[in-house]
């Protein structure tokens, strides 16, 4: 038997913003406003409204290459992470993802991870037409400061900031946080106060070991009775070592503020390899208040940091670089602010 095929049904035509506009009785310029996130603001809620339910009536998405080749923006922002899997991470992102897509972007996060090349990530980003970057892995020193500068193209830091202030931030108060967390400890009793700092490279480590030796010349505190260990890297495992080493010093610190949260439960892993208790033996101070710090025991107490809305900063002044390339450059900080819980206590002896 035979089969017999007939012609093949042609497609159906894909919907246009002017169907869209026919629908509704509108201006296509008027559609195009109303379904574009940073543009919205521009059309009555109950037209936009309409349009919307129009457009998801015949099928209609807003095609954003060929906007792209119309304004010369593709509507995607780079994102570098230093690490995806550090659990301090996803508050800042979530205030940048959030705030982009409010105004119409979409983020690509790149995780850079411990192998990874900044510059050459930088430049795949570039190549795929990102309208902006949000970098959050910058050193004091970095190549790719100037780089980013070199491509003209708009870039903000987040959680970090460069040497030479290059790069507009935003970022916590680090000074101010270890000075919270030297005051709770001297208020609480403690005269010999250790310090796990961050590596020396990048600024939260550089510049909280910079407040934390403030802080304790502020409180009238012999510098033999501050010492100061560095981890090299933000790790638990690094801070363990670290702190492994204060407790091994011949008079050992009573409290030990450590430079983020990770160190500080490395700070707690040295304490029981040490037989001590926490807080009875020596009381610990984190810093960055990340995700589940007040579960673990005891629950740490911490200098919070707002990540949310510094991720949300970054974001603005990203945008305001884009919409004009000769914003001046401009350093947003947020201030800290001291959480207490079972990790510190008195010292009474």
Same mark, same amino acid.
């Given at each position: ?13 894909r ?47 807003l095609?954003?290459?060929? $906007? ?31 705030h ?13 991870g411990? $192998? ?20 959050a ?11 980013c500068?070199?491509a ?6 987040v959680?970090?900031v ?7 931030s ?6 101010a ?5 030297v005051?709770?400890l ?8 250790g310090?796990?700092?961050?590596p020396?490279h ?11 030796e ?11 009775h ?12 690094a ?17 030990i503020v ?17 037989g ?39 974001a ?22 001291i959480?207490?819980?079972g990790s ?6």
């Amino acid at each position: 038997m035979r089969s017999v095929t007939g012609p093949r049904a042609a497609a159906s035509p894909r919907p246009t913003i002017k169907d869209v506009a026919a629908r509704c009785g509108v201006h296509p310029s008027t559609v195009s406003r109303a379904l574009s996130p940073a543009m919205k603001h521009l059309v009555a809620d109950d037209v936009a409204a309409r349009i919307q339910a129009a457009a998801n009536a015949i099928g209609y998405r807003l095609n954003m290459a060929a $906007k792209g080749l119309r304004t010369g923006r593709s509507g995607l922002i780079g994102v570098l992470a230093p690490d995806i899997a550090d659990p301090g991470f996803p508050p800042v992102l979530s205030g940048i993802a959030d705030h982009l897509n409010a105004e119409g972007y979409a983020t690509i996060v790149v995780d850079v991870g411990s $192998k990874g090349s900044e510059q050459d990530l930088v430049d795949r980003l570039i190549a795929r037409g990102v309208d902006g970057l949000v970098l959050a892995t910058v050193t004091l020193r970095d190549d790719v400061v100037q780089h980013c500068q070199d491509a003209a193209l708009p870039v903000v830091l987040v959680n970090r900031v460069d040497a030479a202030g290059l790069l507009p931030s935003a970022a916590s108060d680090d000074a101010a946080g270890m000075r919270l967390a030297v005051e709770h400890l001297v208020g609480l009793g403690h005269q010999r106060i250790g310090h796990v700092a961050g590596p020396q490279h990048i600024s939260t480590g550089a510049r909280r070991r910079a407040g934390f030796e403030a802080s304790v010349r502020d409180a009238g505190l012999p510098a033999r009775h501050a010492p100061i260990e560095i981890a090299d890297a933000y790790t638990r495992a690094a801070g363990r070592e670290a702190a492994l080493r204060l407790l091994a010093r011949r008079t050992r610190p009573t409290a030990i503020v450590a430079a983020n949260d990770l160190l500080a439960l490395g700070v707690y892993d040295a304490l029981a390899a040490r037989g001590l208790a926490c807080p009875g033996d020596v009381s610990v101070v984190g810093h960055n208040d990340m995700p589940f710090v007040d579960l673990v025991s005891p629950p740490l107490t911490t200098v919070r940091i707002a990540q949310r809305d510094m991720g949300e900063a970054a974001a603005r002044l990203l945008l305001a670089r884009i919409a004009d390339r000769g914003v001046v450059d401009d350093h947003i900080v947020l201030a800290p602010q001291i959480i207490i819980r079972g990790s510190t206590s008195a010292w009474e002896r």
